[in-house]
RNA sequence: GGCUACGUAGCUCAGCUGGUUAGAGCGCAGCAUUCAUAAUGCUGAGGUCGGUAGUUCAAGUCUACCCGUAGCUACCA
C-alpha cells in the first residue's frame, strides 16, 4: 500500500483561559488518529493554533492590564505546555494572530468578493454609548420580555428557554459598563452563504460527515441559508478588512483560515512540505479536520463555501467529537468537575486519562463521560491488572533464570499468530476512529495472554528446575504477546511504548513491528511500567479544582502553588453528615505483640487486645498496618493506640487483617495515634 | 418554542438492514492460585431494553405521543 499524505487539523482553542479537559477529548481523539497513522508509515502532519481574536481577548487583556498581544502570547505557552503534558504532538502550534494568517484571510476575502460572494448593509445594533463599543447579544443583560426573569442574556432566557431579540429585553445595560445600550447604525459586510445551498446539500451528504452531523446541518440547509455577517466595527482585536477602514474580520472568518497559516508556517521550516499540495484545489492528499460538535456550522458550511469560491481544496472529512461530563453531569466549578489540564497533571499520570477517553470514544458525535469511579477501576483493571502485569509475571523468570536472553521460538505458535492476524482488524478500527471497539478487542487478546499463563503455570516448573527450557518458552511467549499489544496500544499509550521499547531493547515500534517476533533476544532488567490510580489522588485532584474556583478570583494566580503544606497538598474532603461518622467505630486497643512479617517490605502484624465482651471474652485482633518504615515491633509493645474496630476484615498476602490501627503520614514519617495516659481498651472515641 | 442527538444489568458501554433463551468489560459473590505493581484463572448472581399506544407472524431495533438528559437555534467563541 503506498503512503498516504494527510494532513489533519485540530479545533483552534480559544486564547482566552486555560486548557481543561473538556478540551483534551477532541485533542486526545485526534492525536491518537496521528498516532496511529505515523505508525502505519502514512506522511500525517499536525497542526493545531491559538484563535487569538475577538472581543472576548480585548476584553480580558484590558481586564489583566496589558496589551491583546501580550495577553495571547502568555495564553499559548500555557497551552503548548497543556497539549505537551497530554502528549498531543503537534507538528506546529501557532496563532491566528500572526502574519501568514492575515495574509490567507484578505486573500480568501478578496477572492469570495471577486467571485461576487461578499455584500454590504447597514444593520441596526445595540450599542455601548460609554465604552464606544457594539454589543453582542453576549454582553448585553436585562429582563425577559416573556417571563421578566432578570439577568437574562439578550438572545434567549434561561429560565423560560424564550428566544428574542436582544432589543426586546426590559431594561438592557451593557454587562461591560452597566450602561443603557443605544440603537446604533452600522455598515456591516456579509458573505453570500445562500448561493452555495445546492453545494452543501451535496457536499454535507458525501460521507465527509456523520450522518447525525449531516442531520443537524439540514436544520439550516432545508430552513434556508442566510447570508454570514462576517465583520465587526473597531474596536475589535483582528483584522481589518482590507480596503475597509475601521471594519475588521468577525474572529469566525479568519479561525478556520488560521488552518492554513499555521501550514504554511510549517512548510517553510520544511524541506517535504508542500502549501499547494495540500491545499491546491487539485490536491490528492487528506485533509481531515478534528471538531467538538458546537463548531459543526462553522466548519460544515461556511467553511467549505468559503474554500469553494476562493479555489481551495475541500476538507476530505470532519471527526466531530461531543462534549465531556464528569460523573453524568456537565463539568461544574463548584462540583470541583471543571478540571483544567494543569491541575490534574499535578496529580495524576496524562496516559491514564488518554486510555480512558480511547476506551470509550467512538466514531460518532456523542457526548462522554469521564465518571470518575469507573476511571480508577478502568485504568487499574485493563492497563495495570491486564497488560502491564503480562510483563511484570513472565520477566522475573527472564532475567532470573536465563540472564535476560528470550528463547529462540515460542512455545505456542497459533496463540501468536492468532494474536498477530488481528492486527487487520484493530488497525481498521483505528482508521474508522472506532476506538473503544479497538480497545476492546486489544483487551480481550491480553485476557488470552493471562489465561495462557495461569494455564501453563511456569512458577511451578521453575520451582523444579528454574533453567527449565519449557520456563523460557512460556515467559519469551508472554512477552511477545505483550510485545504485541504494546504495539496495538501505542497510539494511545506512547509514553508507555517508549518504556517498553527500553525494556525490550529494541527501536521505536511501528505498526509492522506485529508481523514480526522477538527471538533469541536480549532484553533489560524489567522495571515497574506503570502504577496504579490511586482514588485519593482523584479526590485531591476534585478538592484542588474546587480551590482553583476560589483562588482565581485573586489575580495572584502563582500564590497557591507555592504553599506547601499538607492541607495545600491533600485537602480536605467533601463534608459529611454525623450519620456518616458514627457509622466508625473507633476504640481504644492495647498493642500485645508486635512481629515484621517474612517477605513483607511494609507491614508490621499487630495483635491487639480490646479487652472482655459480653461474655467475659477477651478480644484479640490481628491487624496488618504498613507502618514498618517508622516503627519497630519493640516499640509497640504494651503502647495504646485507636483501632477501627468494625471495618470489614480483609484478606491479604500474609493473613486476614482485623481492622485498622490510626496512623498520619508516608514513608519514614509516620505518626501513630496514641491515646493519653489512663486510656482503657474497649472504649469508644466519640 | 423549534431542531438534532441520547436514555439497554450497580457502573461504563456493544447490539448491523426488526427474527432463536438481550451481550461485553468493570464492580459484586464463591472457588482456585500466589509468578506478578493487593496482580491472575475458573464459576456465578444481576437487565425485558425511559414510559404509553401502535405497525408486524415477530420490536431493544420501525411509527406516534409523553417523560428525562445534552447540545444547537446564524452579530459569544
Known amino acids: 500500500m503506498s503512503r498516504r499524505n494527510i494532513l489533519v487539523t485540530n479545533a483552534l482553542p480559544y486564547a482566552n483561559g486555560p486548557i481543561h479537559l473538556g478540551h483534551l477529548l477532541g485533542y486526545i481523539q485526534a492525536d491518537i488518529w496521528v498516532r496511529f497513522q505515523r505508525m502505519q508509515g502514512n506522511n500525517c502532519t499536525y497542526v493545531c493554533a491559538d484563535d487569538a481574536h475577538g472581543t472576548g481577548i480585548m476584553l480580558s487583556a484590558e481586564k489583566a492590564g496589558v496589551s491583546p498581544e501580550e495577553f495571547i502570547d502568555a495564553v499559548n505557552q500555557e497551552h503548548q505546555r497543556d497539549f505537551a503534558d497530554f502528549l498531543v504532538d503537534f507538528d506546529i502550534y501557532h496563532s491566528t494572530h500572526s502574519d501568514e494568517n492575515k495574509t490567507f484571510s484578505s486573500l480568501i476575502y478578496e477572492r469570495c468578493k471577486a467571485s461576487g460572494h461578499i455584500s454590504q448593509r447597514s444593520i441596526t445594533q445595540l450599542y455601548d454609548p460609554e465604552k464606544d463599543l457594539f454589543l453582542s447579544d453576549r454582553f448585553i443583560k436585562g429582563q425577559c420580555p416573556k417571563c421578566k426573569t432578570e439577568d437574562q442574556y439578550g438572545d434567549n432566557c434561561e429560565v423560560c428557554s424564550s428566544t428574542y431579540n436582544a432589543t426586546d429585553l426590559i431594561n438592557p445595560r451593557s454587562t461591560i459598563s452597566g450602561a443603557t445600550p443605544v440603537e446604533k447604525e452600522s455598515t456591516h459586510f456579509f458573505f453570500k452563504l445562500p448561493a452555495f445551498a445546492d453545494f452543501l446539500n451535496e457536499w454535507t451528504r458525501s460521507g465527509t460527515l456523520p450522518t447525525q452531523v449531516a442531520n443537524k446541518l439540514a436544520e439550516w440547509l432545508d430552513s434556508g441559508l442566510q447570508e454570514w455577517d462576517i465583520s465587526r466595527d473597531a474596536p475589535y482585536f483582528g483584522f481589518e478588512i482590507p480596503g475597509e477602514p475601521g471594519k475588521y474580520f468577525y474572529v469566525w472568518l479568519d479561525a478556520p483560515i488560521g488552518y492554513m497559516a499555521s501550514f504554511q508556517k510549517l512548510c517553510e521550516s520544511r524541506d517535504d512540505l508542500n502549501f499547494e499540495d495540500y491545499w491546491g484545489v ?110 511484570s509475571r513472565c520477566a522475573g523468570f527472564i532475567n532470573k533464570g536465563f540472564e535476560g536472553k528470550l528463547s529462540a521460538e515460542v ?172 457509622k466508625v467505630d473507633l476504640r481504644i486497643a492495647k498493642i500485645v505483640e508486635a512481629n515484621y512479617v517474612e517477605g513483607a ?69 509516620i505518626y501513630l495515634l496514641e491515646p493519653h495516659k489512663g486510656a482503657q481498651a474497649g472504649l469508644r472515641i466519640t
Open 411 to 582: 512455545s505456542e505458535p497459533d496463540l501468536i499468530a492468532d494474536c498477530q492476524q488481528t492486527t487487520t482488524e484493530i488497525a481498521e478500527l483505528y482508521e474508522q476512529r472506532e476506538f473503544s471497539k479497538a480497545i476492546r478487542l486489544i483487551m480481550s487478546l491480553a485476557d488470552k495472554a493471562n489465561q495462557y499463563i495461569a494455564d501453563k503455570t511456569p512458577w511451578v516448573l521453575a520451582k523444579e528446575n528454574p533453567q527449565a527450557l519449557e520456563v523460557q518458552n512460556i515467559c519469551s511467549t508472554g512477552l511477545n504477546l505483550f510485545r504485541l499489544l504494546i504495539i496495538y496500544l501505542k497510539p494511545v499509550l506512547p509514553n508507555l511504548a517508549n518504556q517498553v521499547e527500553e525494556f525490550l531493547n529494541v527501536s521505536a515500534l511501528q505498526w509492522q513491528d506485529a508481523e514480526s517476533l522477538l527471538l533469541d533476544h536480549q532484553i533489560n532488567k524489567f522495571k515497574p511500567l506503570m502504577t496504579r490510580v490511586e482514588s485519593t489522588k482523584v479526590d485531591a485532584m476534585v478538592e484542588a479544582s474546587k480551590e482553583n474556583l476560589n483562588t482565581q478570583e485573586n489575580s495572584s494566580v502563582d500564590a497557591s502553588d507555592k504553599v506547601d503544606s499538607p492541607l495545600s497538598n491533600d485537602p480536605i474532603s467533601d463534608e459529611i453528615e454525623f450519620p456518616d461518622f458514627a
Open 282 to 391: 487539485e490536491s490528492n492528499n487528506e485533509l481531515w479536520h478534528f471538531i467538538g460538535k458546537d463548531i459543526i456550522n462553522f466548519h460544515a458550511l461556511f467553511w467549505p463555501a468559503m474554500l469553494k469560491t476562493s479555489n481551495f481544496r475541500t476538507p476530505t472529512g470532519i471527526s466531530v467529537n461531543g462534549f465531556l461530563t464528569v460523573n453524568g453531569q456537565k463539568m461544574s466549578k463548584s462540583r470541583g468537575t471543571f478540571i483544567m489540564a494543569e491541575t490534574y497533571k499535578q496529580h495524576l499520570n496524562p496516559e491514564y486519562l488518554r486510555y480512558y477517553f480511547a476506551g470509550k470514544l467512538g466514531s460518532n458525535p456523542d457526548d462522554l463521560d469521564l465518571n470518575l469511579e469507573d476511571f480508577v477501576q478502568r485504568v487499574n483493571s485493563d492497563v495495570v491488572g491486564k497488560v502491564v502485569n503480562i510483563a
Open 601 to 669: 517490605d511494609k507491614l508490621l502484624k499487630i495483635t491487639l487486645d480490646l479487652g472482655l465482651n459480653a461474655a467475659g471474652e477477651q478480644q484479640i485482633r490481628t491487624v496488618f498496618s504498613g507502618i514498618k518504615s517508622a516503627y519497630k515491633p519493640e516499640q509497640l509493645n504494651g503502647m495504646y493506640t485507636v483501632l477501627v474496630a468494625n471495618l470489614k476484615s480483609r484478606k491479604m498476602k500474609f493473613g486476614v487483617s482485623e481492622g485498622m490501627i490510626l496512623a498520619a503520614g508516608e514513608g519514614d514519617d
